[in-house]
């Protein structure tokens, strides 16, 4: 079984400029995905940095930002490290609207290319599937009850 894709999706009761502001902005970053903190450089070859406590920064480059239907960025599989090429992957959201909501798509690539092992690559696959899924849970609610 290929571990390459992992993708998600969800739909989001709120519009499609509101759920943008919520995935890309940091003081909202912090509350559906990176918990000890995020910075945000919202730019082509723009930095950011996701915090955890228990697993520590990780650092990522914007690939691409088309304002507000997606956001692509390489994000660094180790922490303090930068996403270079083996140990990166490339994290990408569309965001369409549909009906009075929004349909949020998160897809990670790249895993096969890691350098680390099959096992590592599975689990990293496994991770990020359990990750993407509550991420997404938890960004619709944020936007689906915040304002403006």
């Not at 930095?47 to 960025?73: M, N």
């Not at 270079?84 to 990408?92: N, S």
């Not at 990670?108 to 599937?129: C, N, S, V, W």
């Amino acid at each position: 079984m290929s571990v390459d894709l992992i993708e998600r999706e969800a739909y989001v009761p709120a519009p499609v400029e509101r759920v943008w502001r919520v995935l890309t902005t940091a003081e909202h970053i912090r509350t559906w995905y990176a918990f000890g903190g995020a910075e945000v450089d919202l730019r082509p070859r723009g930095a950011l940095r996701f915090r955890w406590d228990d697993h520590g920064e990780f650092h990522a480059r914007v690939e691409l930002v088309e304002a507000p239907t997606r956001f692509v960025f390489r994000l660094a599989t180790s922490p303090d490290r930068p996403p270079e090429r083996g140990d990166a992957t490339l994290v990408e959201f569309t965001l369409a609207p549909e009906g009075e909501g929004t349909r949020v798509i998160v897809a990670e690539t790249g895993i096969e290319a890691l350098d680390m092992p099959d096992e590592a690559k599975a689990q990293h696959a496994e991770y990020a599937r359990m990750a993407w899924t509550a991420a997404l849970e938890e960004l619709g609610a944020i936007a689906a009850a915040s304002h403006g």
